[in-house]
């Protein structure tokens, strides 16, 4: 009876040379880098930035004291906030991975050109923070699985 070689598989493999700076990374899916490129933020003019800024301020002004009442309510922040007359304004209940409906409420709108303000509000804390548009254009990020 005779036995089979047994051919060791790397002895027989090419030598790889090692990818340069400008390769994709081989362990990425061949579309990675577009598929992902909507999470690259543009940058904010200088007059976007000091635009957003004032926003930003105004809307903390509003939803500080709601967060410290225990107040959470998306439809109240909307009424509060719709006077500043932020176009593009979102604003929509936490949500969480386990399908369950936390206490509070997010919030995007642009301001300028290029210029976003993005924030929450949830039990002990109410943040506004400044950012450029999504690589699609807009200020809030979609809804992800």
């Known amino acids: 009876?005779?036995?089979?070689?047994?051919?060791d598989p790397a002895s027989d493999a090419d030598v790889a040379e090692p990818p340069d700076a400008e390769s994709p990374d081989p362990d990425s899916p061949p579309n990675h880098a577009d598929n992902n490129r909507w999470k690259q933020r543009s940058e904010m003019s200088p007059s976007d930035h000091a635009r957003a800024m004032q926003a930003a301020t105004d809307v903390r002004r509003v939803i500080q004291p709601m967060c410290a009442k225990g107040d959470f309510?998306?439809?109240?922040a909307r009424r509060l906030l719709e006077p500043f007359g932020f176009e593009t304004l979102i604003i929509r209940p936490l949500r969480s991975a386990s399908g369950e409906t936390p206490t509070g409420f997010v919030f995007a709108f642009s301001v300028g050109e290029a210029g976003c303000v993005v924030g929450s509000s949830r039990p002990g804390s109410a943040t506004a923070r400044l950012d450029g548009p999504t690589g699609e254009g807009t200020c809030f990020e979609p809804v992800s699985h």
Not at 1 to 7: A, G, H, N, Q
Not at 73 to 76: I, N, R
Request: net charge negative; proline share 18%.
């Open 1 to 7: 009876m005779s036995v089979p070689e047994v051919k």
């Open 73 to 76: 309510s998306p439809d109240h």
